[in-house]
């Protein structure tokens, strides 16, 4: 039977360092690296191990009391988010956020890959047979008549500029949400939803290509496309990190690891809704209009550095 001195003695130190990332997470673990999170959990994992041990040999001893409190603390750091934390907005932006994306990235580079794979794919194959975008993606007959005759259906945009912004933030959000909410589906639905849209915007670059049509296309794609593909490569991850807690919840219990996965997508689509505005507005006012495609690239690539330079090294100052 393990005594309270040997106990002390064989996990002391974890136990402080436990009390270290609680502390340092306040009361929000958004605050923690992702390395911190990962100790975190295996530290409250055995933690709870400690206590039921206690529990079990000496229940009224005061070890068995502070394990007690301990883990309590813990539990309360992992599965409750406080809204009293101050300069909450700040913090989300300046750590939050950032922290966020850079622990979750390798599921992103995962959605993207699953999109812009097959989007080449198709690409090349309806390039040399535009008949095949009615294969990859049913009802495509339309869009490729319209590309056929050289109608630029997008210039109706100028029509309504403030209404069509709306309509078309709406939209991607819809599709980021979309992305995201199939992570319950262990992910299925998420690859689904990047999968189409890639064979989707593949298969009309392909087809534009085909038919001396691209300048017209890119003209107009290229001053939103980055902020616009990345919203929905970040919210693809956001999915699929989704459906690996329930697949792999690693040292976490599958709630708990539930509980912070769904914590850091709630933080990753209120940032996508974000680009996703800013794509929406210059989809809207800047990508219709007869501006030269390079100006349209320059807004392009800037926006774009301008959002990874923030995601990537915000927040690395107290990291």
């Known amino acids: 039977m393990t005594t309270p001195d040997r106990q002390i003695r064989q ?21 923690l690296s992702a390395a911190e999170l990962r100790e975190l959990g295996q530290l409250y994992r055995q933690a709870c191990t400690d206590l039921a041990i206690a529990r079990r040999d000496y229940p009224d001893h005061t070890l068995t009391l502070y394990l007690n409190q301990l883990v309590a603390r813990a539990h309360g750091v992992i ?11 700040l913090t989300f932006f300046r750590f939050t ?5 850079r622990a979750t990235w390798p599921m992103t580079l995962i959605a993207a890959l699953v999109f812009l794979v097959p989007a080449m794919v198709s690409f090349f194959a309806a390039f040399r047979d535009p008949t095949l975008g009615e294969t990859f993606v049913p009802g495509m007959s339309l869009i490729v008549e319209q590309i056929r005759n050289g109608e630029e259906w997008w210039l109706r945009i100028n029509e309504g500029p403030a209404a069509a912004s709306a309509e078309i933030m709406t939209n991607n959000i819809n599709v980021s949400i979309r992305a995201f909410a199939g992570g319950v589906t262990l992910g ?4 689904y939803i990047l999968l189409l849209n890639g064979l989707l915007v593949g298969t009309i670059a392909g087809i534009a290509q085909r038919f001396d049509f691209a300048a017209n296309l890119w003209g107009f794609v290229a001053g939103h496309a980055t902020l616009e593909l990345s919203a929905i490569f970040i919210a693809g991850g956001a999915g699929l990190q989704l459906g690996w807690a329930i697949l792999r919840p690693g040292t976490l219990s599958r709630r708990g690891a539930l509980v912070v996965a769904a914590r850091r997508d709630v933080v990753l689509l209120i940032g996508c809704a974000l680009i996703l505005v800013a794509a929406g507005l210059i ?5 219709p209009t007869s501006l030269p495609l390079a100006l349209k690239l320059v807004v392009s690539f800037g926006s774009g ?4 330079a923030y995601l990537l090294l915000s927040g690395r100052d107290q990291e």
Do not use: D, K
């Not at 599965?79 to 907005?89: C, K, L, M, T």
């Not at 299925?188 to 690859?191: D, R, S």
């Not at 550095?305 to 990874?308: K, P």
């Open 188 to 191: 299925v639905y998420t690859l």
């Open 97 to 101: 956020l950032p922290r966020t994306f």
């Open 305 to 308: 550095a301008l959002l990874y």
């Open 79 to 89: 599965y409750r988010y406080s809204a009293a934390e101050p300069n909450r907005v």
């Open 11 to 31: 996990r002391h130190s974890a136990w402080e360092r436990l009390e270290e990332l609680i502390t340092l997470a306040g009361s929000g673990i958004g605050r």
């Open 283 to 287: 989809e809207a006012f800047i990508s």
